[in-house]
Protein backbone atom coordinates (compact mmCIF):
# COMPACT_ATOMS: atom_id res chain seq x y z
CA UNK A 1 0.00 0.00 0.00
CA UNK A 2 1.37 3.59 -0.94
CA UNK A 3 2.30 5.46 2.14
CA UNK A 4 2.35 9.48 1.64
CA UNK A 5 4.05 12.28 3.82
CA UNK A 6 2.56 15.61 4.27
CA UNK A 7 5.20 18.41 5.41
CA UNK A 8 2.76 20.91 6.46
CA UNK A 9 1.16 22.28 9.95
CA UNK A 10 -0.49 20.37 11.67
CA UNK A 11 -3.92 22.37 10.89
CA UNK A 12 -7.54 20.92 10.98
CA UNK A 13 -7.50 21.22 7.01
CA UNK A 14 -4.28 19.44 6.99
CA UNK A 15 -5.19 16.72 9.56
CA UNK A 16 -8.69 16.73 7.27
CA UNK A 17 -6.31 16.15 3.78
CA UNK A 18 -4.42 13.42 6.16
CA UNK A 19 -7.97 11.23 7.31
CA UNK A 20 -8.93 11.68 3.45
CA UNK A 21 -5.92 10.27 2.15
CA UNK A 22 -6.37 7.63 4.77
CA UNK A 23 -10.13 6.80 4.32
CA UNK A 24 -8.77 5.96 0.80
CA UNK A 25 -6.34 3.75 1.24
CA UNK A 26 -3.69 5.77 1.88
CA UNK A 27 -0.59 5.39 4.97
CA UNK A 28 -0.77 9.05 5.60
CA UNK A 29 1.20 10.94 8.31
CA UNK A 30 2.45 14.75 9.02
CA UNK A 31 5.40 16.35 9.79
CA UNK A 32 6.87 19.93 9.78
CA UNK A 33 9.31 21.06 7.71
CA UNK A 34 11.54 21.53 10.71
CA UNK A 35 11.41 18.12 11.86
CA UNK A 36 14.41 16.14 12.51
CA UNK A 37 13.34 13.28 10.89
CA UNK A 38 13.85 15.24 7.38
CA UNK A 39 17.09 16.34 7.69
CA UNK A 40 18.21 13.16 5.57
CA UNK A 41 15.50 13.29 2.93
CA UNK A 42 17.07 9.98 1.00
CA UNK A 43 15.84 7.65 4.18
CA UNK A 44 12.37 8.26 3.94
CA UNK A 45 10.05 5.24 3.70
CA UNK A 46 7.40 6.69 1.62
CA UNK A 47 6.24 6.77 -1.91
CA UNK A 48 5.11 10.41 -1.86
CA UNK A 49 5.59 13.92 -0.17
CA UNK A 50 3.07 16.51 -0.45
CA UNK A 51 4.49 19.72 0.78
CA UNK A 52 3.26 23.41 1.82
CA UNK A 53 5.63 25.89 0.04
CA UNK A 54 4.00 29.28 1.47
CA UNK A 55 7.05 31.23 1.55
CA UNK A 56 9.29 31.82 -1.69
CA UNK A 57 12.35 33.18 -0.34
CA UNK A 58 15.72 31.42 -0.95
CA UNK A 59 16.50 30.13 2.80
CA UNK A 60 12.81 29.40 3.65
CA UNK A 61 12.95 25.65 5.08
CA UNK A 62 9.85 24.11 2.27
CA UNK A 63 12.04 25.32 -0.40
CA UNK A 64 14.74 24.18 0.67
CA UNK A 65 13.34 20.59 1.17
CA UNK A 66 11.44 20.40 -2.13
CA UNK A 67 14.76 21.24 -3.71
CA UNK A 68 16.55 18.37 -1.66
CA UNK A 69 13.48 15.88 -2.56
CA UNK A 70 14.21 16.08 -6.34
CA UNK A 71 17.53 16.59 -5.85
CA UNK A 72 18.44 13.82 -3.82
CA UNK A 73 15.62 10.97 -4.21
CA UNK A 74 13.20 9.74 -7.08
CA UNK A 75 9.96 10.52 -4.50
CA UNK A 76 7.22 12.20 -6.49
CA UNK A 77 6.21 15.68 -5.36
CA UNK A 78 3.10 17.36 -5.16
CA UNK A 79 3.17 21.15 -3.70
CA UNK A 80 0.62 22.95 -1.69
CA UNK A 81 0.97 26.52 -2.92
CA UNK A 82 -0.30 29.96 -1.86
CA UNK A 83 -0.87 32.99 -4.48
CA UNK A 84 2.52 34.45 -3.58
CA UNK A 85 4.34 31.17 -5.17
CA UNK A 86 2.43 31.32 -8.06
CA UNK A 87 3.71 34.19 -9.85
CA UNK A 88 7.87 32.47 -9.44
CA UNK A 89 6.71 29.11 -9.52
CA UNK A 90 9.44 28.03 -11.67
CA UNK A 91 11.94 29.56 -9.26
CA UNK A 92 10.31 28.73 -6.35
CA UNK A 93 9.93 25.52 -6.41
CA UNK A 94 12.18 22.95 -8.40
CA UNK A 95 10.30 20.44 -10.75
CA UNK A 96 7.60 19.47 -8.79
CA UNK A 97 5.31 16.74 -10.06
CA UNK A 98 2.03 18.78 -9.64
CA UNK A 99 0.32 21.14 -7.53
CA UNK A 100 -2.13 22.94 -6.09
CA UNK A 101 -3.58 26.50 -5.40
CA UNK A 102 -4.65 28.23 -1.87
CA UNK A 103 -7.57 27.33 -1.08
CA UNK A 104 -7.14 24.05 -2.08
CA UNK A 105 -9.48 21.05 -1.59
CA UNK A 106 -8.38 18.44 0.12
CA UNK A 107 -10.98 16.10 -2.62
CA UNK A 108 -8.49 17.88 -5.41
CA UNK A 109 -5.32 17.28 -3.69
CA UNK A 110 -6.00 13.80 -2.93
CA UNK A 111 -7.92 13.13 -7.01
CA UNK A 112 -3.88 14.21 -7.65
CA UNK A 113 -2.12 12.20 -5.52
CA UNK A 114 -3.83 8.96 -6.86
CA UNK A 115 -3.26 10.09 -10.41
CA UNK A 116 0.59 10.67 -9.76
CA UNK A 117 0.79 7.24 -7.72
CA UNK A 118 -1.73 4.77 -10.26
CA UNK A 119 1.51 5.86 -13.37
CA UNK A 120 4.31 6.07 -11.08
CA UNK A 121 6.37 2.44 -11.72
CA UNK A 122 6.41 0.44 -8.77
CA UNK A 123 7.24 -2.99 -8.44
CA UNK A 124 4.97 -3.88 -5.68
CA UNK A 125 1.95 -2.55 -7.51
CA UNK A 126 1.27 -5.99 -9.13
CA UNK A 127 1.00 -7.34 -5.25
CA UNK A 128 -1.49 -4.47 -4.50
CA UNK A 129 -5.13 -5.37 -3.46
CA UNK A 130 -7.39 -2.51 -3.03
CA UNK A 131 -10.95 -2.97 -2.65
CA UNK A 132 -13.29 -0.56 -0.87
CA UNK A 133 -11.03 0.50 2.30
CA UNK A 134 -9.42 -2.47 2.73
CA UNK A 135 -6.06 -2.67 0.72
CA UNK A 136 -3.77 -5.39 0.97
CA UNK A 137 -0.06 -6.00 0.45
CA UNK A 138 1.16 -9.01 -0.74
CA UNK A 139 4.48 -8.82 -1.09
CA UNK A 140 4.67 -7.35 2.64
CA UNK A 141 1.53 -9.98 3.92
CA UNK A 142 0.15 -6.14 5.03
CA UNK A 143 -3.60 -5.08 5.80
CA UNK A 144 -4.83 -1.78 5.61
CA UNK A 145 -8.53 -0.40 6.55
CA UNK A 146 -8.78 3.10 5.94
CA UNK A 147 -5.09 3.51 6.11
CA UNK A 148 -4.67 2.13 9.30
CA UNK A 149 -2.52 -0.94 9.18
CA UNK A 150 -4.50 -3.89 10.93
CA UNK A 151 -2.86 -7.01 12.40
CA UNK A 152 -4.04 -10.35 11.38
CA UNK A 153 -3.45 -14.02 12.27
CA UNK A 154 -1.78 -16.22 9.06
CA UNK A 155 -5.47 -17.56 8.74
CA UNK A 156 -7.14 -14.38 9.20
CA UNK A 157 -5.01 -12.60 6.58
CA UNK A 158 -5.26 -15.72 4.01
CA UNK A 159 -9.08 -15.76 4.72
CA UNK A 160 -9.45 -11.92 4.00
CA UNK A 161 -7.42 -12.39 0.74
CA UNK A 162 -9.04 -15.20 -0.54
CA UNK A 163 -13.02 -13.18 -0.02
CA UNK A 164 -11.65 -10.24 -1.84
CA UNK A 165 -9.56 -11.75 -5.03
CA UNK A 166 -13.25 -13.29 -5.27
CA UNK A 167 -15.08 -9.92 -4.95
CA UNK A 168 -19.18 -10.39 -4.98
CA UNK A 169 -18.93 -14.12 -5.14
CA UNK A 170 -20.90 -15.86 -2.20
CA UNK A 171 -18.84 -18.68 -1.04
CA UNK A 172 -19.72 -21.63 1.65
CA UNK A 173 -17.98 -22.54 4.84
CA UNK A 174 -17.46 -25.84 3.67
CA UNK A 175 -15.82 -23.81 0.49
CA UNK A 176 -13.73 -21.70 2.19
CA UNK A 177 -12.46 -24.30 4.50
CA UNK A 178 -11.13 -26.65 1.76
CA UNK A 179 -9.68 -23.21 -0.05
CA UNK A 180 -8.00 -21.63 2.91
CA UNK A 181 -7.00 -24.32 5.18
CA UNK A 182 -7.22 -27.01 2.89
CA UNK A 183 -8.47 -30.33 2.43
CA UNK A 184 -6.86 -32.18 5.07
CA UNK A 185 -8.24 -30.16 7.90
CA UNK A 186 -10.72 -31.83 10.46
CA UNK A 187 -12.01 -28.90 12.17
CA UNK A 188 -15.66 -27.85 12.17
CA UNK A 189 -16.90 -25.00 10.02
CA UNK A 190 -17.52 -23.39 12.87
CA UNK A 191 -13.88 -22.48 12.70
CA UNK A 192 -15.33 -19.89 9.52
CA UNK A 193 -17.57 -18.43 11.67
CA UNK A 194 -15.03 -17.46 14.66
CA UNK A 195 -12.44 -15.97 11.92
CA UNK A 196 -14.86 -13.77 10.04
CA UNK A 197 -16.12 -12.99 13.36
CA UNK A 198 -12.80 -11.65 14.37
CA UNK A 199 -12.12 -10.10 10.72
CA UNK A 200 -15.18 -7.99 11.21
CA UNK A 201 -13.67 -7.18 14.59
CA UNK A 202 -10.35 -6.29 13.74
CA UNK A 203 -12.20 -4.14 10.47
CA UNK A 204 -13.95 -1.82 13.01
CA UNK A 205 -17.15 -4.06 12.13
CA UNK A 206 -17.51 -3.43 8.74
CA UNK A 207 -20.68 -4.59 6.58
CA UNK A 208 -17.52 -5.22 3.76
CA UNK A 209 -17.65 -9.20 4.54
CA UNK A 210 -21.49 -10.16 4.30
CA UNK A 211 -23.45 -12.99 5.29
CA UNK A 212 -25.08 -14.65 2.87
CA UNK A 213 -28.09 -16.22 4.77
CA UNK A 214 -27.99 -20.18 4.53
CA UNK A 215 -24.99 -19.91 2.36
CA UNK A 216 -21.74 -18.70 3.51
CA UNK A 217 -20.08 -15.38 2.83
CA UNK A 218 -18.72 -13.03 0.60
CA UNK A 219 -16.71 -9.71 0.53
CA UNK A 220 -19.18 -7.05 -0.72
CA UNK A 221 -17.91 -5.80 -4.56
Known sequence: MFRVLIVADGSERVRGLSLGLAEKGFLC???SAEDGRLKDVGTLSVDLVVIAVDRVSPGSET??????LKERTRLPVVALLSNECLDILDSAVV???DFVIEPWNAN???ARVRRILQRKPN???KDLICCGDVA???AKCEVAFRGRLVELTFKEYELLRFLVNSK???FSREALLNSVWGYDYYGGDRTVDVHIRRLRSKLDESDCIETVRNIGYRFRD
Open 29 to 31: SIA
Open 63 to 68: RNLTQK
Open 95 to 97: DVD
Open 108 to 110: EVI
Open 123 to 125: EDN
Open 136 to 138: IDM
Open 168 to 170: GRV
